[in-house]
């Protein structure tokens, strides 16, 4: 694969409508063309016998459901910025 150049970048950067000084266009470069390099080499990897999975974690593992004495209401309303008769106040964020 050719090296990712400052034209390619470029080129992203105009499609994005971003403004990209020449420091952060010759950064950008290096960077894209490390990644494309680092993808390139994981697709060379033989993988004929390893089945397709959908997640990293080949099974999921949970811990034990155990009940436990939960923060004291008055502990976790201490760090609260606003509350009010034992409940945290937030801004309203839908309908108003």
């Given amino acids: 694969m050719p090296p990712v150049t400052v034209e390619t970048v470029d080129h992203v950067a105009r499609l994005a409508r971003l403004s ?3 420091e952060e266009r010759e950064a950008f470069a290096r960077q894209l063309d490390q ?3 680092y993808a390139e080499s994981i697709q060379a990897l033989d993988t004929t016998g ?3 999975m959908s997640h ?3 099974r999921e593992t949970f811990r034990e459901d155990v009940p436990r004495p939960s ?3 008055e502990a976790a309303l201490a ?3 606003d509350a009010e008769d034992g409940l945290f ?6 309908g108003g």
């Fill in 50 to 52: 390893v089945e397709p």
């Fill in 20 to 22: 990209l000084t020449a």
């Fill in 56 to 58: 990293a974690a080949a």
């Fill in 35 to 37: 990644v494309l390099a």
């Fill in 79 to 81: 760090a609260a910025p």
């Fill in 89 to 94: 106040r937030v801004p309203r964020v839908l």
């Fill in 71 to 73: 923060l004291p209401r």
